[in-house]
């Protein structure tokens, strides 16, 4: 069992940064591929930042280039750096931690934080 926490969230004005981060708890933290979504009202869950276990990382096209994935095995914790932020990056965001074990699939979700970018 895996227990993650974001924070980090806040207001913002346009064109600043902010850093989630992403805490987790429970073992083998190194073992999952971690990711950042964000779901704004009205709209469905969207995968923005990916990072595997090996330190690969994916983007969505629409934060590539302004945010950046990054993890701390040694802390259990996982980070977004967001900067150059828009409005329309406004969201509830969420920290997914993700493995397949054994033939079983393992995955957690946090609570989420939120971000707010005014214009």
């Known amino acids: 069992q895996v227990q993650l926490v974001e924070s980090g969230g806040g207001l913002v004005q346009a064109g600043g940064s902010l850093r989630l981060s992403c805490a987790a708890s429970?073992?083998?933290?190194?073992?999952?591929?971690m990711a950042w979504y964000r779901q704004a009202p009205g709209s469905q869950r969207d995968m923005v930042a990916t990072?595997?276990?090996?330190?690969?990382?994916n983007y969505a096209d629409s934060v590539k280039g302004r945010f950046t994935i990054s993890r701390d095995n040694a802390k259990n914790t996982m980070y977004l750096q967001m900067n150059s932020l828009k409005p329309e990056d406004t969201a509830v965001y969420y920290c997914n931690a993700d493995r397949r074990i054994f033939g079983r699939q393992q995955n957690y979700w946090g609570q989420g934080t939120q971000v707010t970018v005014s214009s």
């Open positions: 990072i595997t276990s090996g330190g690969t990382r």
């Open positions: 429970g073992s083998n933290f190194g073992s999952y591929a």
